[in-house]
């Protein structure tokens, strides 16, 4: 059986400003954006990435405190120019730091407005052997 982790729910105070800072800050797809008189829920999905984050005012959603998801790991070809992209859209990043030299030993990361915490790590093979192929579009899309 395979098992895909799909979904990340991310506890945010303020939607309308946490889904600007990752579409136009971070750089994240917007999926959706769904509101009615009952709920509004967005769901974001970086480039390249097979799982998306959620945010919401659902019950499951408002379970956490805003600012309390910590250490959720993203992971680049590049971190220098992922790191550049980010400081030129505005994100507060922090240094770079290599923990090891072998290829994904290179970290760096950023925190939502929320203080969300998010660590970005470099593995240089995603290059040439990517996770999700260039152009693959999801069937459901």
Not at 49 to 74: F, H, N, T, W, Y
Not at 109 to 137: H, M, V
Request: hydrophobic fraction near 40%; charged fraction near 20%; aromatic fraction near 8%.
């Amino acid at each position: 059986m395979q098992w895909t982790l799909e979904v990340v729910i991310v506890p945010v105070s303020d939607l309308d400003a946490s889904i600007a800072f990752y579409r136009d800050k971070v750089g994240f797809h917007l999926d959706h954006d769904t509101r009615n008189e009952h709920m509004h829920v967005a769901q974001l999905t970086p480039p390249g990435s097979g799982c998306s984050i959620v945010l919401g005012d659902l019950p499951s959603q408002r379970a956490m405190e805003p600012g309390s998801l910590k250490g959720v790991q993203l992971v680049v070809a590049d971190a220098a120019a992922a790191h550049a992209e980010l400081q030129s859209r505005g994100v507060s990043v922090s240094d770079i730091t290599v923990f090891d030299d072998r290829d994904g030993g290179t970290f760096f990361g950023f925190d939502d407005p929320d203080g969300n915490a998010w660590a970005i790590q470099e593995i240089k093979a995603r290059a040439e052997r990517p996770l999700i192929p260039e152009g693959y579009t999801a069937p459901w899309a």
